[in-house]
Each structure stands twice: as structure tokens, then as C-alpha cells.
């Protein structure tokens, strides 16, 4: 498995999200939930139309089998809701081409975050790289390691910070500043 890092750039966000609503409005939504959530890919996948009605969403976390309950951001909240306009609350929000109502898989899921990946030239990315961006922007934006390790559900926070790529980013700035 390769190691995935968060998107940083707020740039980069912003043209991943420019590529992908003109590409698909699904591969948009996708991304701007998992961006704006901290959910895993195989919490986001399973989600219907009746999740996305709610300002929260609750769930049992297929990794670790907790139910977790997580307020939507106002932003994606609204989103959500003009993405859902007129579909059915059994529908899955992120529905495959293939069958009849049948959610995309994590591979898809996978190939489309590389290909928006590919359009800006951004290496180390995964369906892992949504959830690190979530929690890299939220303790910029923040600085609530504990908070964000509740959240994550995370065992320590040094083990956060690890995840998020903020101790590399201190690593990176170390060795930036190093002269012998």
C-alpha cells in the first residue's frame, strides 16, 4: 500500500474541484464530502440520499464498528442538498453505472481521485488523501490536535499529527533551514 499524504494547497484543492465538477458532478461530490468530513472511503461509499437530508451524519464506522455521529459543515450541507434534489432517499449518493442502484467501489473510487490527481500533477495521492486533507485543514484552520483526535477516533496526538502529515511538514522546514 502507499503511503498517501493530504493535499496542502488550497490552490490544489481548488482546481481538483474546478476538474471534477466539470468531469462528473458525482466525482465532485465525492470529492467535497470526503475533503469536508474526515470520513474514510468505506464510510463514505455506502452513504444514500437519506444521509445526505440530515445536517449530521451517523453511522456505524466500518473499520473500527463505533457509531459515530458527525455534524455537516453549512457548505456541504447546502451542496449536498442541491446534489440530492429529486433522487430517491434509497438511492446511494455515489451510484455506479453498473447494475441498478449499487454504489462505485473503492477502486473507482481510487482511479478517479488519480486522475484529477494526474490533471495537477500531484503525486502520493489515495481515497486515504481525503481524510488527511480534512484533518491537515482542520488544525490549520483550528489547532485542536485532541479535538481532531476524537474525531479520528485516534489513539494519541502525536499519532494525528503523524497522519496528517503535520510532523513531515516540520521534518520538511528542519531540514530546509539545516547548514553545516
Known amino acids: 500500500m502507499n503511503f498517501v499524504q493530504p493535499i496542502r494547497d488550497p ?3 481548488r482546481a481538483i474541484k474546478l476538474f471534477l465538477k466539470e468531469k462528473n ?5 465525492m470529492f467535497i464530502l470526503g475533503i469536508n468530513s474526515g470520513l474514510r472511503i468505506s464510510d463514505i461509499l455506502p452513504l444514500r440520499v437519506s444521509d445526505a437530508k440530515r445536517p449530521y451524519f451517523s453511522m456505524r464506522e466500518k473499520k473500527t464498528g463505533k457509531q459515530k455521529r458527525l455534524d455537516m459543515t453549512p457548505a456541504l450541507n447546502r451542496e449536498l442538498k442541491e446534489y440530492v434534489d429529486g433522487r430517491e432517499d434509497h438511492e446511494f449518493l455515489f451510484k455506479s453505472r453498473e447494475g441498478i442502484n449499487k454504489p462505485i467501489g ?3 473510487a481510487y482511479k478517479i481521485l488519480r486522475e484529477a490527481a494526474e ?3 500531484l503525486n502520493e495521492i489515495g481515497t486515504h488523501t481525503l481524510r488527511k486533507t480534512f484533518g491537515y ?3 490549520k484552520q483550528t ?6 483526535q476524537t ?3 485516534h489513539t494519541s496526538p502525536s499519532v494525528t499529527l503523524r497522519y ?3 510532523e513531515q511538514d516540520g521534518i520538511d522546514k528542519a531540514i530546509k533551514k539545516f547548514k553545516i
Not at 458532478?25 to 461530490?29: F, L, N, S, V
Not at 489547532?143 to 481532531?148: E, G, M, P, T, Y
Open 151 to 153: 474525531i479520528f477516533n
Open 11 to 13: 490552490e490544489l484543492i
Open 137 to 139: 485543514h482542520f488544525y
Open 119 to 121: 490533471y495537477i500533477n
Open 106 to 108: 473503492r477502486s473507482m
Open 164 to 166: 496528517i502529515g503535520i
Open 25 to 29: 458532478e458525482r466525482d465532485y461530490m
Open 143 to 148: 489547532k485542536d490536535v485532541a479535538l481532531l
